[in-house]
Nanobody, 123 residues
Framework: QVQLVESGGGLAQPGGSLRLSCAAS????????MGWFRQAPGKEREFISA????????YYADSVKGRFTISRGNAKNTVYLQMNNLKPEDTAVYYC????????????????WGQGTQVTVSS
């Protein structure tokens, strides 16, 4: 059984930074995509970013492009999301996802989800 464990959420001021981490365990992984979605209260789940298995390709939502950076750890089963210049509208629960053949921006196509980590941006 695959498990995804996120960490790094918390409270940040507008303009501040946070770094989210996600570690996958439970099986050997190959040729898979990892990424992040978020969901704010009363809003639809939103694709944020994704990265392919070797880190060669990255994808971002327009809402975070230029502010957020996704990367792989040296152990390929880890993924990070560096979030800079945070805005109040970035407040949400952030979920790590993994799948071998997802439609990148469609959360329904990811088989594995983390439990979520809360990010709150407020002064």
């Amino acid at each position: 059984q695959v498990q995804l464990v996120e960490s790094g959420g918390g409270l940040a001021q507008p303009g501040g930074s946070l770094r989210l981490s996600c570690a996958a365990s439970g099986r050997a992984f190959s040729n898979y995509v990892m990424g992040w979605f978020r969901q704010a209260p009363g809003k639809e789940r939103e694709f944020i970013s994704a990265i392919n298995w070797n880190g060669g390709y990255t994808y971002y939502a327009d809402s975070v492009k230029g502010r957020f950076t996704i990367s792989r750890g040296n152990a390929k089963n880890t993924v990070y999301l560096q979030m800079n210049n945070l805005k109040p509208e970035d407040t949400a629960v952030y979920y790590c996802v993994l799948d071998q053949t997802p439609v990148l921006r469609d959360g329904r196509t990811y088989d594995y989800w983390g439990q979520g980590t809360q990010v709150t941006v407020s002064s």
